[in-house]
């Protein structure tokens, strides 16, 4: 069965800084990966989709990676900035969910 | 991208009445997920609904407490029935035409 883990639970940096999100999934055979990001008390805003033929993803300040042989997607965030501050949400859609990584930017 | 709206934005019902959450998207799909967000947690997927179709529930999900709708390939509803405080959740409409998978903003239910 598959299961999606994401770890720090929850992470508080300042301003400016470069940071990563880890996302570890069970089963290689995972198809898609993507990354949300969830404002509280707020629906999921879509980052980055990796198909499943492809390694990683860009946009703007961020960039995801997708590791099928170790299990891992990684989510890099630079030059960090308040508007980050949200809940970071990996998952093999539309069933498997990791449980967030809090982000906290400090100004 | 897909843009979903979702009514209502929230509630507050009392215990054992029910609510009926709609959701309308921008394209025709022809799968839509329900999915609960407990306080705290991440997401559950409810069920899948299909045009022409019964929904197909998850487990620990009944179509008695959670009747799905999908009359046409835009709009879906969920009903909440009989509505206990555990019900309490945030309750979010997804789509995913093309692989990429969207949400609506969510229906926030709070059951006094």
């Known amino acids: 069965k598959q299961e999606v883990t994401q770890i720090p639970a929850a992470l508080s940096v300042p301003e400016g800084e470069n940071l990563v999100l880890n996302c570890s999934f069970t089963d290689s055979a995972i198809y898609n990966l993507q990354w949300f990001r969830q404002d509280p008390g707020k629906g999921l805003t879509s980052l980055l989709l990796i198909q499943s033929s492809q390694r990683e993803q860009t946009s703007g300040r961020l960039n995801a990676s997708l590791d099928k042989s170790s299990g891992r997607s990684t989510l890099y965030i630079a030059a960090s900035q308040p508007g980050d501050s949200a809940t970071y949400l990996c998952a093999a859609p539309q069933l498997i969910w990791g449980a967030g990584t809090k982000l906290i930017i400090k100004p | 991208s897909a843009v979903i709206s979702q009514k209502p934005s929230r509630d507050i019902c009392q215990r054992g009445t029910s609510l009926t959450i709609q959701c309308q998207v921008d394209?025709?799909?022809?799968?839509m997920f329900w999915y609960r967000q407990q306080p705290g947690q991440s997401l559950t997927l409810i069920a899948t609904a299909n045009q022409g179709s019964e929904a197909t529930y998850e487990s620990g999900f009944v179509i008695d407490k959670f009747p799905i709708s999908r009359p046409n390939l835009t709009f879906s509803t969920l009903t909440v029935s009989n509505m206990s405080p555990e019900d309490s959740s945030i309750y979010l409409c997804?789509?995913?035409?093309?692989?990429?998978?969207?949400f609506g903003p969510g229906t926030r239910l709070t059951v006094l």
């Open positions: 394209s025709q799909v022809t799968m």
């Open positions: 997804s789509v995913s035409p093309w692989g990429e998978q969207f």
